[in-house]
Nanobody
């Protein structure tokens, strides 16, 4: 079992920034990959960004150049820095952990991000 604790959501005006944090209940180095997903009302959950144990990253096309996923090993925390936010970024953001040989997925409770124009 892996618990994921998220923080950092909130409301911001278009063009603003937010940083989300996710702390897993086990070492980041024991996790294959961690990522951020989001789900807007009436839409499917989608991958926003992910980072592997080795540090490789990937991003959704819609956030490329605006969002940055990173990790602080000393704090055992993964971050999602979101800049130049727009109304289409409004969603509940979920932290995800891909764990073990069978690649079991764990999810955080979600944090709301609301961008007003």
């Amino acid at each position: 079992q892996v618990q994921l604790v998220e923080s950092g959501g909130g409301s911001v005006q278009a063009g603003g920034s937010l940083r989300l944090s996710c702390v897993p209940s086990r070492s980041i180095f024991s996790i294959n990959a961690m990522g951020w997903y989001r789900q807007a009302p009436g839409k499917q959950r989608e991958l926003v960004a992910a980072i592997t144990r080795g540090g490789d990253t990937k991003y959704a096309d819609s956030v490329m150049g605006r969002f940055t996923i990173s990790r602080d090993n000393a704090k055992n925390t993964v971050y999602l820095q979101m800049n130049s936010l727009n109304s289409e970024d409004t969603a509940v953001y979920y932290c995800n952990a891909d764990v073990g040989i069978i690649r079991q997925n764990y999810w955080g409770q979600g944090t709301q991000v609301t961008v007003s124009s």
